[in-house]
């Protein structure tokens, strides 16, 4: 039987946010700040770490910003001004833009603890179970708390429990619980290097085909190094690469791109290299259902191209939040009408990001970007503009883009 609130533990809330990563923090943060009782679940203690590339470009900036801990997480992270794509055969272009990188062990304690100073009442290690329905209607949930099943009731509910599909499909809101994705990375200790790698470096190569390789430079001698696979036919066992294994790109990220073999073979590794699944291109879930709303990694708010996402499940969390509060007597269709709204309205971006990602698993589109790059400032500016979204990412990679690459 579940726990009754007489053992300390809440039983009602305005809203209950389940996860607390950047979307569920997020979210949290700008419903409490209205003034709303908000319960915030999570499965783990914080600080915690979480699988990522732990880049930030110019739409994380801007959501930091509006979180107000821009120049918290500022003064935690190693700021970047380049962005170093690398062709496979070796041509080399540094893009201009805004960026940082911080772990997410860092990040998302931060953004938490935001949460929390505007009101939020954080709960953890709290592992959320199933939904609590009032016949199609979601009015709470059911948690696996260290105290025991435990029942919390809520005018809405927002999922933001990131990738991995157990709770989205509990929920009732997973249309497909393959991901669109995955990723592989780990932290490497090597000060020699610092003044060397000092970009975010994404190399293409045919032996990384379907994805892409990185380094990320992070704080105190530490880099991020990865690879991540985001071609979905594969990830799912449809397509021409049946049988592909993110160790086997890791180790040829490492064979084929001297920077990464010098960092292994000269650095220490620090803790597990890890995976993690991606959800991408606001795919593959329903966004909402009766009394539930769904953020972040649940609806698929990963860039497909880049595999970035931080910056756009921060906008998913506040978009959430926004359809909430705008009009609190508002009917649960309309909450939720808004909200899809918000969400349709992103929509082209994830399209461009979607078709720019073909330079994943056909590399030889990298090589003419970057040689075209090197030569004409005007292509340059564009790609420093698909970082700010400012320019169209997919119009580069189609024919007549291609066409314009090589005649511009």
Request: proline letters at 6%; glycine letters at 12%.
């Amino acid at each position: 039987m579940p726990t009754s609130a007489a053992a300390g533990l809440p039983a009602h809330c305005d809203v209950l946010v389940v996860g607390a990563g950047p979307a569920g923090s997020a979210c949290a943060q700008l419903l409490a700040r209205a003034g709303l009782h908000v319960v915030l679940a999570d499965q783990h203690n914080f600080p915690r770490d979480k699988v990522c590339g732990d880049g930030l470009i110019p739409d994380s900036h801007a959501a930091l910003r509006r979180l107000g801990v821009y120049d918290e997480v500022a003064a935690l992270a190693r700021a970047v001004h380049h962005v170093r794509c690398i062709g496979p055969r070796g041509g080399v272009v540094d893009v201009p833009g805004t960026m940082s990188v911080v772990p997410r062990q860092v990040l998302d304690h931060v953004l938490v603890r935001a949460a929390q100073d505007a009101g939020a009442k954080l709960h953890t290690p709290w592992r959320f179970e199933t939904p609590l329905l009032d016949g199609e209607q979601v009015v709470g949930a059911t948690f696996k708390t260290p105290s025991g099943p435990h029942d919390v009731r809520a005018r809405w509910v927002v999922l933001a429990t990131g990738a991995v599909p157990q709770a989205s499909i509990a929920a009732g809101l997973c249309e497909r619980r393959t991901p669109s994705g995955v990723a592989l990375r780990g932290y490497v200790h090597n000060p020699a290097l610092v003044p060397s790698i000092t970009q975010l470096q994404l190399l293409w190569h045919p032996r990384l085909r379907g994805g892409y390789g990185w380094i990320f430079p992070e704080p105190d001698g530490v880099f991020n190094i990865g690879v991540g696979l985001t071609d979905s036919q594969w990830v799912n066992g449809k397509g021409r690469r049946q049988d592909f294994n993110l160790r086997d790109m890791f180790n040829a990220l490492c064979e084929v791109y001297t920077p990464a073999r010098e960092l292994m073979a000269g650095g220490t590794l620090v803790g597990e290299i890890k995976g993690a699944p991606l959800r991408c291109s606001l795919k593959g879930a329903r966004w909402t259902r009766p009394g539930l709303l769904g953020t972040g990694e649940v609806v698929g708010s990963t860039y497909d191209f880049t595999g970035e996402g931080i910056g756009k499940a921060m906008e998913t969390g506040m978009l959430a939040a926004e359809a909430i509060v705008q009009d609190r007597q508002a009917s649960d269709a309309d909450v939720r009408q808004r909200y899809e709204a918000g969400l349709a309205a992103l929509k082209p971006r994830f399209q461009m990001y979607e078709a720019a990602s073909r330079v994943n698993h056909l590399p030889w589109l990298a090589d003419l970007v970057v040689w075209r790059a090197r030569k004409s400032p005007r292509i340059l500016r564009r790609m420093s503009g698909m970082l700010d979204e400012t320019q169209n990412p997919g119009r580069l990679f189609t024919w007549g883009g291609m066409r314009k690459l090589m005649f511009e």
